[in-house]
């Protein structure tokens, strides 16, 4: 009897957060300069990135073992990929990838950057995971935003409630660089922020899986970029 009642009573009570080492939102353009290849060429570089074996050496190597993954595509709207996953060994990234590469495009249109930026805020705030860091990791190819909260009053409500935004800007052949203010100054100035952000760059999309890589691999370890691009103002 006593087993029975305190089975009930374990029933009764509310469930428990998971703990991990990290809450990681992947944040990902698909907006209109973004076509389908693109698309399927992004969630590619993800998928072989989340199941390299330095990564998930990286993985291993927290705390906690383990970290929270989801996968989010933005454009006008926000779209979830692939839900929030605990990885914490080979097989569970591979789920992870698997549900990356499986799903069609579900976001259009212009960029609305300050949205986006607050839906991955809302991700972490209402799962059932409880990270010992939070991370936004924001990827696109433009600073553009043309509807929605602005970029700076998005950014502002993140950074409050202690969550860190690195981001990763994907040039365009065009993009003057950083040394005349392209895109990666941009995103310095306008996207990131929080404790020890920083900013990786894909030069092209010949190296965007492997910026991936590198990527992740800093977020897991809070370890910083050689050549970093880190927010100067400590949030």
Request: glycine share 8%; aromatic share 6%.
């Amino acid at each position: 009897m006593r087993r029975i009642a305190f089975a009930l009573t374990c029933l009764a009570l509310p469930a428990l957060a998971q703990d991990t080492d990290l809450e990681l939102v992947l944040l990902a353009d698909a907006s209109g300069s973004i076509d389908a290849n693109e698309i399927a060429f992004q969630r590619q570089g993800y998928a072989e990135a989340i199941t390299d074996p330095e990564v998930l050496a990286a993985i291993a190597n927290t705390a906690y073992g383990s970290i929270a993954v989801t996968y989010v595509e933005w454009a006008a709207n926000q779209a979830v990929v692939a839900d929030w996953q605990i990885i914490n060994d080979g097989s569970s990234a591979q789920t992870f990838a698997n549900e990356l590469l499986r799903k069609p495009r579900q976001a259009y249109g212009r960029n609305a950057i300050g949205a986006a930026l607050l839906e991955a805020l809302r991700l972490m705030d209402d799962n059932d995971i409880e990270g010992w860091r939070r991370v936004i990791d924001f990827s696109g190819d433009s600073a553009n935003s043309f509807s929605g909260p602005s970029i700076a009053e998005a950014r502002e409500t993140v950074l409050a409630a202690g969550v860190t935004i690195n981001a990763l800007p994907i040039l365009r052949p065009d993009d003057p660089g950083r040394a005349q203010g392209g895109l990666e100054v941009l995103y310095e100035q306008r996207i990131i922020g929080g404790p020890g952000a920083f900013v990786v760059t894909a030069e092209s999309r010949a190296s965007f899986a492997e910026a991936v890589k590198r990527k992740l691999i800093l977020e897991i370890s809070q370890r910083m970029p050689e050549r970093s691009y880190a927010a100067t103002d400590g949030r």
